[in-house]
């Protein structure tokens, strides 16, 4: 496992199923001339499982990690990537659990938590994604609901040092809309301080993160890195964000 407490923030690029072999090349390229990154960050990039090959033993200031892995550990599940598959490809990190995966697929907490122990086993950090609906939010939902997911969701192997947790509120996922940075703040602080399950653990926050907002949200007491999806795969707003 790497030493997470030598990192000062946390920056995951989820790229979804976005990119080509030609857009993979240019992009790495591009990150690979990138001089005097800030050495207290630690930059994560979740590309597509099939692309992860490429940037094996490439670019040396940033980790890799998958979007997703099984809860099994191998044998008869056809499209499934185990753990063990995503360390042979030199991964650090995976994330789990993403809204997108709970809602599409029917992802459940429990098979969150056996994902996430799978990572472990593997010394591979599990990203855990929780995060409300607009509904619940309206319904004044938002912590009771963050609590269940992450009581149920983090499994009995985790501790702070393994296992980061990132707050998605799923109606700001890719919608251009965040919460206010007070919520932010307030609802990372509840996960690091009221929950005992996830008690000082890293969280990350995920959401319509881009360069114009990067800033503020980083630098709330409690946010101690965050989860880009669109602005990532958007090579100038990527390199903005990495400089700020
Ligand atoms: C995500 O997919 O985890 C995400 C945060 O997406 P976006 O940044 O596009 O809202």
Not at 36 to 58: A, G, H, K, M
Not at 153 to 170: D, F, L
């Amino acid at each position: 496992m790497l030493d997470l407490e030598k990192y000062r923030k946390i920056i995951v690029a989820n790229w979804k199923m976005n990119g080509s072999i030609k857009f993979i090349n240019d992009f790495s390229e591009k990150l690979a001339l990138l001089e005097n990154l800030e050495e207290s960050t630690c930059r994560i990039i979740c590309p597509p499982f099939v692309y992860l090959q490429r940037f094996r033993d490439q670019l040396n200031n940033f980790y890799f990690g998958g979007q997703e892995c099984s809860q099994f550990d191998e044998g008869a599940f056809t499209g499934n990537i185990s753990a063990k598959m995503l360390k042979d490809l030199n991964c650090n990190f995976c994330i789990v659990g993403h809204s997108e995966r709970r809602k599409l697929l029917n992802e459940q907490n429990f098979e969150v938590s056996k994902k996430s122990s799978n990572c472990i086993n593997f010394n591979i950090h599990p990203i855990i994604c929780v995060g409300e609906t607009l509904e619940e939010k309206n319904l004044n939902k938002t912590r009771e609901i963050i609590e269940k997911q992450i009581n149920e969701s983090v499994p009995e192997n985790a501790n702070k040092n393994n296992t980061i947790i990132a707050y998605e509120p799923i109606w700001a996922i890719g919608t251009g809309l965040t919460p206010s940075l007070e919520e932010i703040d307030y609802i990372h602080q509840f996960i690091k301080k009221d929950i005992k399950t996830s008690k000082d653990y890293k969280i990350l926050y995920g959401g319509s993160v881009k360069s114009s907002n990067f800033k503020e949200i980083i630098q709330l007491t409690n946010v101690d890195g965050t989860l880009i999806g669109g602005a990532s795969v958007i090579f100038d707003e990527f390199k903005k964000i990495l400089y700020i």
